[in-house]
T-cell receptor, first 112, second 113 residues
């Protein structure tokens, strides 16, 4: 079946460090891929997305590239801030199934 | 204006009780969802409605019954609450043409004692 696997958290970084959160997926066909972010006490917000192979999604300094050959969609940011502390969810979507399938979430904590 | 709102934000109740969570969206979307997030933050879809019709019904106990009085509202009723129902429940909505971009409510933290 379709599934998403993310790296285990929590990830703790100092401000201005480089961030990578790994995400790989298992799917038949070509799903759309997403990163959602959940700030403490809030619901999820769409951070970025990519709908086909080699697409790069970007927003707020975060980037992720849809890699079909490695079935990956790793999230990166060059310089994190304390305000980036949140839980990050990788997800895939199939038009036929009509539902988002989420990874288990990766908690990021950025220290000043 | 809050795009997707849920009430209540917190709900503490005893085993065996029946409770409801309400959700409203003012985005003009046709599709609404209920998700359950467990204590490990794992998020899983429960139900989806499109224009008041059920389109996704995952393997959820039939103690859970969604109700959509109109396309702006999707309520979740839970009968005979169990300890394992304790979780955060999120409502979400999307445009029918763009179901992959979902807008989430702030969540309802349900604690069953």
């Amino acid at each position: 079946g379709n599934s998403v696997t993310q790296m285990e958290g929590p990830v703790t970084l100092s401000e201005e460090a480089f961030l990578t959160i790994n995400c790989t997926y298992t799917a038949t066909g070509y799903p759309s891929l997403f990163w959602y972010v959940q700030y403490p006490g809030e619901g999820l917000q769409l951070l970025l997305k990519a709908t086909k192979a080699d697409d790069k999604g970007s927003n707020k300094g975060f980037e992720a590239t849809y890699r079909k050959e490695t079935t990956s969609f790793h999230l990166e940011k060059g310089s994190v801030q304390v305000s980036d502390s949140a839980v990050y969810f990788c997800a895939l979507f199939y038009n036929q199934g009509g539902k988002l399938i989420f990874g288990q979430g990766t908690e990021l904590s950025v220290k000043p | 204006d809050t795009a997707v709102s849920q009430t209540p934000k917190y709900l503490v109740t005893q085993m065996g009780n029946d409770k409801s969570i309400k959700c409203e969206q003012n985005l003009g979307h046709d599709t609404m969802y209920w998700y359950k997030q467990d204590s490990k933050k794992f998020l899983k879809i429960m139900f989806s409605y499109n224009n008041k019709e059920l389109i996704i019904n995952e393997t959820v106990p039939n103690r859970f019954s969604p109700k959509s009085p109109d396309k702006a509202h999707l309520n979740l009723h839970i009968n005979s609450l169990e300890l394992g129902d304790s979780a955060v429940y999120f409502c979400a909505s999307s445009a029918e043409a763009d179901r992959n971009e979902q807008y989430f409510g702030p969540g309802t933290r349900l604690t069953v004692t």
